[in-house]
């Protein structure tokens, strides 16, 4: 494959995320909130008059439903958010299968910050070493430290991607 064909491509794969995120985030939740307000008054409220007295007409549900379920929802996401291990785990397995988190992402970081950060090694190390700041046991660091930013630097990975925590 060509790497015009791959470009055409791209448009492809773009629209295919972009299709996701929009249906995922926004189509699926608003059908799934009106489909959860219609099957729960059509089938539960309508079945029992007390509940009937209450909500006489689906307009009226639907409102109070919104009003006492969104603070709720907010509240609920809050709590997942902030007070729960959950999100935590979350977080651990997203940075764990994201490749970019292993090595420098393309762009500036890549092509501008990288090679300053190698560059300053090696002149710190240089300057160090020249003044006999430098031990054995630190020399030893710096060029482990020189190792990693060179294969980031080419395009490798450092640490461990898509590793499996203990628990």
């Not at 773009?14 to 939740?29: K, M, N, V």
């Not at 409102?63 to 919104?66: D, E």
């Given at each position: 494959m060509n790497l015009r064909s791959l470009t055409s491509l791209k448009w492809i794969y773009?629209?295919?995320?972009?299709?996701?995120?929009?249906?995922?985030?926004?189509?699926?939740?608003l059908l799934g909130y009106v489909s959860t307000l219609v099957t729960v008054y059509y089938l539960a409220v309508q079945n029992m008059p007390p509940l009937l007295d209450l909500f006489p007409r689906f307009g009226e549900f639907a409102?109070?439903?919104?009003v006492i379920g969104g603070p709720l929802a907010v509240v609920i996401g809050w709590v997942h958010m902030k007070r729960s291990r959950l999100y935590t785990s979350e977080q651990d397995i997203a940075v764990e299968s994201n490749p970019y988190q292993y090595k420098l992402p393309p762009g500036y970081v890549k092509e501008a910050w990288g090679p300053l950060m190698m560059m300053q090694l090696r002149l710190v190390r240089k300057i160090s070493e020249s003044r006999g700041f430098v031990t054995d046991s630190e020399r030893i660091e710096m060029e482990?430290?020189?190792?990693?930013?060179?294969?980031?630097l080419e395009g490798g990975y450092v640490g461990s991607p898509r590793r499996q925590l203990n628990f």
């Open positions: 773009r629209a295919w995320y972009y299709f996701r995120q929009g249906y995922s985030t926004y189509l699926t939740f409102v109070l439903a919104t482990e430290l020189e190792k990693k930013w060179r294969t980031l």
